[in-house]
């Protein structure tokens, strides 16, 4: 990802309302401060409700201000984002191919939204 070569600080600096977590992977994640929810989580659920502010907010309980840094660093870092998608996506079709199921849709469906 080129995303790598800005620091968490450089990020983080572009888009105020933004913190790292380590993911269950070890790899370091976005996420909006505040919330429990990493960037591509978030992003998943902002297609998935059909990029409805009031849906997302209320639904979700969370912060304006919150979604709209998802969304900023989203807009600057597709790829890092993308890339935390389809890794998603790749663990969803793993499970399935051996026969586990769930109910959220996928990262492809939410995908499509935008």
């Known amino acids: 990802m080129t ?3 800005l620091s968490e600080a450089e990020r983080a600096a572009r ?21 429990g929810l ?13 990029e409805n502010m ?9 912060e304006r ?3 709209e840094a ?3 660093y989203y807009g600057l870092f597709t790829e890092e984002i993308d890339w935390h998608l389809a890794e998603c996506e790749r663990a969803y079709d793993e499970a399935e191919a051996n026969g586990l199921t769930w109910n959220a849709p996928s990262s492809s469906e939410a995908h499509q939204r935008r």
Do not use: H, N, Y
């Open 54 to 62: 009031e849906e997302v907010t209320v639904g979700w309980t969370l």
């Open 70 to 72: 998802a969304l900023s």
């Open 38 to 50: 990493e960037v591509w989580e978030l992003m998943r659920i902002w297609w998935a409700c059909e």
């Open 3 to 5: 995303t790598e070569q």
């Open 15 to 35: 888009v105020p309302g933004i913190e790292f977590v380590d993911g269950t992977d070890g790899t370091r994640r976005a996420k909006p401060i505040g919330t």
């Open 65 to 67: 201000s919150q979604v």
